[in-house]
């Protein structure tokens, strides 16, 4: 069974940093993608960032320049690098993957779909002070 565990969350000050980590458990093979989400109370959740296997990432305009995305393969965990942060950027961030389908259905190239993923983890709380 795969599982998704983020950390990394917490408080700080804007202009200051943190990084967010996923630890992927319990899958090993195959073409995946795996992206962030954030979400506040009585809003959308918002894709953030993806990373594909084949390594094509995408960010999301509102926080390029800022945030990156990367994966550590051999440690099976995917990086969210937030830098700059912003009140904004005050948010639960969910790492969520999918497995197969094209990069397009990941949201590689416009951004990923909630409902395109299957596995999603539990979320870490990002608080940004202004």
């Known amino acids: 069974r795969v599982q998704l565990v983020e950390s990394g969350g917490g408080a700080v000050n804007s202009g200051e940093s943190l990084r967010l980590s996923c630890e992927v458990s319990?899958?090993?093979?195959?073409?995946?993608?795996l992206a962030w989400f954030r979400q506040v109370p009585e809003k959308e959740r918002e894709g953030v960032a993806v990373?594909?296997?084949?390594?094509?990432?995408y960010i999301a305009d509102s926080v390029k320049d800022r945030f990156a995305i990367s994966a550590d393969n051999a440690k099976n965990t995917h990086y969210l690098q937030m830098n700059s942060l912003k009140y904004e950027d005050t948010a639960t961030y969910y790492c969520?993957?999918?497995?197969?389908?094209?990069?397009?259905?990941?949201?590689?190239?416009?951004?990923?779909?909630?409902?395109?993923?299957?596995?999603w983890g539990r979320g870490t709380q990002v608080t940004v002070s202004s």
């Open positions: 990373y594909v296997s084949d390594a094509a990432t």
């Open positions: 319990g899958y090993t093979f195959g073409t995946y993608c």
């Open positions: 969520a993957a999918r497995f197969g389908g094209s990069g397009s259905v990941c949201g590689v190239h416009s951004g990923p779909s909630a409902r395109e993923y299957i596995v």
